[in-house]
C-alpha cells in the first residue's frame, strides 16, 4: 500500500519539495507518494481532518498553525513554537522542527562566524537562532527586524538558548561587518537594505544565507560579494529529516547517508529547475 504525504502552505505552487522527496523515495525504494496542497491560513486543521495523510510538510504561513494543532511536540518545536513537519499518530499528530537541523546542515559548510546578523523574527528566524546556538555558541548574534517588539522577542529567545543577542540597526555597513547573514524574510523585503549593501565602499567578506530560492540569484545574493546560500540548501538539508521522520513512522529504516540523499535530492532539484 503506498503511504500518502504532502507539502502545505501558501503559496505552494513553486515548492520544490515534492520534486526532492519523491526523488528520495526512489532511490530508496520506498512506495511513498507525496503532493503539494495550497492551504491557507487558518484552514489547515479542516484539511488534515479531511485528508488522511501519513505526513505532512508545512511551509509558510502554517509554522506556527502547525504548532498549535499538534497533540505532541519534538524538543526543537517546543524549544521555537515552531512546527514544519507534522507525523500522524493514530488520530493526531506530533509535530516536529527540522528547519534547525536543515540550518545546522548548511552551517556544517562554514567556518565558525564571530559576528552573525539574523534578518527577521518570525518562525524561520526563530529556528535559525536555535541552530545558531548549536552550531555556533560563542558568537555575538545581531537580530534585524521591521518591528522592535518582535526583534526584542527573538533577543530574548536567542538569550534563552545561550547566545549573546542584542538588537541591531539595519544598515548596509553592518551587514557587510558581519561574518555571516542569514535572511529569513520573502526575497523582496528590505529592499533599501540590500541596495545599501551592493552600495557600499567595502565589500562583503563574511558568508550570506538567503532563505529564498525562487528566483536566484536573490536580491540579497545579488548584492553580496562573498560567499552565498541559497534557500535550497535549507529545503534539502531539512527535507532530509522530514524523510527519515515519514520513513520511520511507516516502521522504515533507512540505510542511506545524509550525503547520499543529499546529493539525490539536489541533482533532482537542479534537473527539474534546468531540464537541459
Not at 501558501?10 to 496542497?37: K, N, W
Not at 489547515?44 to 499538534?70: D, H, Q, R, W
Not at 526543537?76 to 527540522?98: F, K, P
Request: hydrophobic share 40%; charged share 15%; proline share 3%.
Amino acid at each position: 500500500m503506498t503511504n500518502k504525504f504532502c507539502v502545505v502552505g501558501s503559496p505552494i505552487q513553486h515548492s520544490l519539495s515534492p520534486v526532492i522527496h519523491q526523488a528520495a523515495y526512489e532511490a530508496i525504494g520506498l512506495d511513498f507518494s507525496y503532493e503539494r496542497h495550497e492551504v491557507a491560513q487558518g484552514n489547515l486543521s479542516e484539511f488534515l481532518t479531511k485528508n488522511g495523510y501519513s505526513g505532512v510538510s508545512v511551509t509558510m504561513p502554517l509554522k506556527n498553525e502547525a504548532f498549535s494543532i499538534a497533540s505532541e511536540h519534538s524538543e526543537e518545536a517546543l524549544q521555537t513554537s515552531v512546527v514544519n513537519t507534522m507525523v500522524r499518530s493514530r488520530d493526531a499528530y506530533v509535530g516536529y522542527n527540522t528547519d534547525v537541523a536543515g540550518f545546522i546542515g548548511i552551517f556544517g559548510q562554514i567556518s565558525a562566524p564571530s559576528s552573525i546578523s539574523l534578518i527577521g523574527s518570525g518562525a524561520t528566524a526563530r529556528s535559525a537562532a536555535l541552530a545558531i546556538s548549536r552550531s555556533f555558541p560563542g558568537s555575538e548574534l545581531s537580530v534585524l527586524a521591521r518591528s522592535e517588539a518582535s526583534s526584542t522577542d527573538l533577543v530574548l529567545l536567542a538569550r534563552g538558548f545561550g547566545l549573546e543577542a542584542q538588537s541591531g540597526i539595519a544598515s548596509g555597513e553592518s551587514l557587510v561587518d558581519s561574518d555571516l547573514v542569514v535572511s529569513t524574510v520573502p526575497g523582496n523585503a528590505f529592499g533599501d537594505l540590500w541596495h545599501q549593501v551592493s552600495g557600499s565602499s567595502r565589500s562583503a567578506q563574511g558568508v550570506l544565507i538567503d532563505v529564498t530560492y525562487n528566483p536566484w540569484p536573490s536580491v540579497a545574493s545579488s548584492a553580496w560579494t562573498g560567499l552565498s546560500f541559497s534557500g535550497l540548501e535549507l529545503l534539502i538539508w531539512q527535507a532530509i529529516e522530514q524523510v527519515k521522520l515519514f520513513a520511520d513512522s511507516q516502521g522504515k529504516s533507512i540505510d542511506t547517508s545524509n550525503k547520499e540523499l543529499y546529493e539525490i535530492m539536489m541533482q533532482a532539484a537542479r534537473k527539474f529547475s534546468d531540464p537541459k
